[in-house]
Antibody, heavy 122, light 107 residues
Framework: EVQLVESGGGLLQPGGSLRLSCAAS????????MSWVRQAPGRGLEWVST????????YYADSVKGRFTISRDNSKKTLYLQMNSLRAEDTAVYYC???????????????WGQGTMVTVSS | DIQMTQSPSSLSASVGDRVTITCRAS??????LAWYQQKPGTVPKLLIY???TLQSGVPSRFSGSGSGTDFTLTISSLQPEDVATYYC?????????FGQGTKVEIK
């Protein structure tokens, strides 16, 4: 079964740091670009970041650029999101997502994790 | 950046009705558009990609059309289990923007 399982969420103060993880199983992780998408409470979906396959290129939403870093460890089949200088507006459920087709990047998201909640509050 | 605008933001229809949701891109995106369904308290689910390709396992009452800047998601016969919020997304270049969502309810 194709599965993504996020972990690492929690409650922290503004300015803090957190690293989210997404463990993949059931598919050849290294063949697929991976992304993070977030959803603030009661709000819509917001794309956060994507990491490609072979060249490891990374892409970020303007709202997180310079503060968040996406990375992957293909040997561990795990995706990461390092979040620094956290703000209240970063409060959201964070989902990792796999693309439909095994390409460098640039396809829809067919598999989503269950999400991990990040709350930034003083 | 390309903006994605969905309409309406919400709708209420009867079981069996034909429902149409539109998504407009501020610039042409060819057919690089996906539709997702998110039921309350659940994870988003891919319905359609490449504007009109039905994802495996999705009921055939869902269909997508369009290219360039204007896209539609159609539910041919609304069912109670279709109560959800629907999102479009352009995905071929960053930022991979989602529409603001359309909430579908049963009248």
């Amino acid at each position: 079964e194709v599965q993504l399982v996020e972990s690492g969420g929690g409650l922290l103060q503004p300015g803090g740091s957190l690293r989210l993880s997404c463990a993949a199983s059931g598919f050849t992780f290294s063949f697929y670009a991976m992304s993070w998408v977030r959803q603030a409470p009661g709000r819509g979906l917001e794309w956060v970041s994507t990491i490609s396959t072979s060249d490891g290129n990374t892409y970020y939403a303007d709202s997180v650029k310079g503060r968040f870093t996406i990375s992957r460890d293909n040997s561990k089949k795990t995706l990461y999101l390092q979040m620094n200088s956290l703000r209240a507006e970063d409060t959201a459920v964070y989902y990792c997502a796999k693309e439909v087709v095994a390409t460098i990047w640039g396809d829809a998201f067919d598999i989503w994790g269950q999400g991990t909640m990040v709350t930034v509050s003083s | 950046d390309i903006q994605m605008t969905q309409s309406p933001s919400s709708l209420s229809a009867s079981v069996g009705d034909r429902v149409t949701i539109t998504c407009r891109a501020s610039q042409g995106i060819s057919n690089n558009l996906a539709w997702y369904q998110q039921k309350p308290g659940t994870v988003p689910k891919l319905l359609i990609y490449a504007a009109s390709t039905l994802q495996s396992g999705v009921p055939s009452r869902f269909s997508g059309s369009g290219s360039g800047t204007d896209f539609t998601l159609t539910i041919s016969s609304l069912q109670p289990e279709d109560v959800a919020t629907y999102y479009c997304q352009k995905y071929n270049s960053a930022p991979r923007t989602f529409g603001q969502g359309t909430k579908v309810e049963i009248k």
